[in-house]
């Protein structure tokens, strides 16, 4: 009997899909160095805050030499003010008390808040909307408080916002600089003369984050679909720019590029009617585009231009230019200038042509001269046969016409022939 049959509750049984999930093993950590057992099962594997002491430096033992003690001593704070005299414990080595200052006063930072004479309160400092009392009250607690505007604005007399405070306080401190340099120039690297207090911006910088952090789980959800939603609209317009400026683009064909050495002996004369073919094309593109520049035309025209020639081809017309002492590109793009140079670089792939050409008739001309000559009476088919009773040749020969079948013909010429290996003997015939 359990507590179901006492309670009368029916028993169900729990299939075995809801059973409890095996959790996961958790990682054995290993228990550093120098902590005892008992200390790294109560801080539970978290690292400490303080930072750990090295093993060796637990086992290494004072130097015999010195008498180590600590004594309560006196000292005197140099960050302090006042004469206030504070004790606390000393390490005292053989004796001898630590001189020097406190050991802490080096944190004791403050701020140099810029002070101001009623003479240039009145000639550089006036403000219809400041006194000369409350900007001294402003002035005093930035350097009580050390430019904390928070608690600058909770123990300002008058209802001033934080934003005010700032803004009047660099104001007066970035006048005060200005004033005093010899010139601005000494004083324009300074960071509150470099990049002034806006209140404008500070402003919007605080609605917008406090507009983020109210925002619900809702609101951020919306946001994150705005976002991708944009960010898609962004996509799409940057491939419909893409796809646009690929339909303006000129239709130049770039065939035979891949193949530069192929160029056939007639390609010097087949050149001029494709260029030309090219050139009216170009032309008639970009007039469709009613504006365009000069040099964008002559780009367009080179291209068409040495469409049919290959990479090499193309380099070896610009590094003639070089050559030539002409620039690859006119400085001075006017309309005839792009025309002589257009006219150029047709001349010189022209010239590049006819040097192949020639450089292929005399190829085929010294292959015509390196060619044997043959008397007609000479006869063209000759065969050896050699021996046929020379190392069992007819045997051999004999084999071969048996093993080969009707209608088949051995390519492969006859291995030579070999002598007959001798039969072993058995147990029976010895």
């Known amino acids: 009997m359990d507590a179901k049959d006492i309670l009368g509750l029916p028993k169900t049984t729990h299939p075995l899909s809801q059973e409890k999930k095996s959790r996961p093993p958790k990682e054995s950590q290993r228990k550093p160095d120098g902590i005892s057992r008992e200390v790294y099962a109560l801080i539970g594997g978290v690292p400490p805050l303080m930072p750990a002491i090295e093993p060796s430096q637990l086992k290494k033992r004072p130097p015999t030499d010195e008498k180590i003690t600590w004594q309560w001593l006196p000292f005197m704070n140099s960050a302090r003010k006042d004469d206030l005299q504070l004790y606390h414990w000393v390490r005292v080595v053989n004796g001898a008390p630590p001189t020097g200052d406190y050991s802490f006063a080096k944190y004791n930072k403050s701020v140099e808040v810029i002070k101001y004479t009623d003479e240039e309160y009145e000639k550089y400092l006036t403000d219809p909307m400041w006194t000369k009392e409350e900007t001294d009250q402003l002035f005093?607690?930035?350097?009580?408080?050390?430019?904390?505007?928070?608690?600058?604005?909770?123990?300002?007399?008058?209802?001033?916002?934080?934003?005010?405070?700032?803004?009047?306080?660099?104001?007066?401190?970035?006048?005060?600089?200005?004033?005093?340099?010899?010139?601005?120039?000494?004083?324009?690297?300074?960071?509150?003369?470099?990049?002034?207090?806006?209140?404008?911006?500070?402003?919007?910088?605080?609605?917008?984050?406090?507009?983020?952090?109210?925002?619900?789980?809702?609101q951020e959800r919306k946001d994150v679909e705005v976002l991708a939603e944009a960010k898609r609209i962004a996509e799409s317009r940057a491939r419909m720019v893409a796809r646009s400026a690929r339909d303006l683009e000129l239709p130049v064909t770039f065939a035979g590029r891949e193949n530069d050495e192929s160029i056939s002996p007639l390609s010097s004369t087949a050149a001029p009617s494709t260029s030309m073919a090219d050139n009216s094309s170009t032309l008639s593109t970009l007039r469709l585009l009613r504006v365009y520049l000069r040099t964008y035309a002559l780009d367009q025209m080179i291209i068409a231009?040495?469409?049919?020639?290959?990479?090499?081809?193309?380099?070896?017309?610009?590094?003639?230019?070089?050559?030539?002492?002409?620039n690859l590109k006119p400085r001075v793009p006017t309309k005839v200038v792009c025309s002589e140079h257009l006219e150029l670089r047709k001349e010189i792939l022209t010239l590049l042509n006819l040097q192949k050409e020639l450089q292929y008739k005399e190829a085929d001309g010294s292959s015509y001269r390196d060619s044997t000559y043959e008397a007609p009476g000479t006869p063209k088919d000759r065969t050896f046969v050699p021996d046929s009773m020379a190392f069992g040749g007819e045997r051999v020969g004999k084999r071969d016409q048996k093993r080969k079948g009707p209608g088949r013909v051995s390519e492969a010429p006859s291995s030579p022939a070999q002598s007959k290996r001798p039969r072993k003997l058995k147990a029976p015939d010895l």
């Open 140 to 218: 005093d607690l930035c350097q009580q408080f050390d430019l904390r505007f928070i608690v600058i604005a909770d123990r300002f007399p008058s209802s001033r916002t934080v934003e005010e405070l700032k803004d009047r306080y660099y104001s007066v401190s970035r006048h005060i600089l200005i004033a005093r340099a010899a010139s601005p120039a000494d004083v324009s690297g300074h960071p509150l003369v470099k990049e002034p207090y806006k209140v404008t911006q500070e402003k919007e910088r605080k609605r917008a984050l406090s507009m983020v952090l109210s925002q619900t789980k809702n």
């Open 305 to 326: 231009a040495s469409s049919s020639a290959g990479l090499r081809t193309i380099k070896r017309v610009e590094q003639s230019l070089q050559e030539l002492g002409v």
